[in-house]
C-alpha cells in the first residue's frame, strides 16, 4: 500500500506526514510505503492545486487541507476495505 504526501516543505506537510505514519503503525500496515512527494508536475499531475495532499494507492484522498488523524485513520481503513 502506497500513501504519497504532496506538497513542499510546509509544515502542514510535516504533520500530514507524521499523521499518516503514526496510521500506518496503529492500523499495523506491514506492506506500507509512506514517501514525501515535492515535485510540482508529479502533484500537478494528481490534479492537486492547494497543498498537502493524501493520496492512497494512486488516488488522491485528501488536498489543500489538514485532515485529522481520525480522519487519515478513516481513509486508509475505507482505502483497506476496497483493496479487496
Do not use: H, W
Not at 77 to 83: N, P, S, Y
Amino acid at each position: 500500500m502506497k500513501f504519497e504526501i504532496l506538497g513542499s516543505c510546509c509544515g502542514n506537510c510535516d504533520k500530514l506526514m507524521a499523521i499518516t505514519q503514526d496510521v500506518v503503525s496503529d492500523l499495523a500496515i506491514k506492506d506500507a510505503e509512506v514517501v514525501k512527494v515535492t515535485d510540482m508536475q508529479t502533484i500537478m499531475g494528481y490534479g492537486v492545486m492547494s497543498t498537502p495532499g493524501l493520496v492512497i494507492d494512486g488516488e488522491v484522498v485528501s488536498s489543500g487541507r489538514l485532515p485529522s488523524k481520525a480522519e487519515v485513520s478513516s481513509m486508509v481503513t475505507t482505502a483497506l476495505a476496497t483493496r479487496g
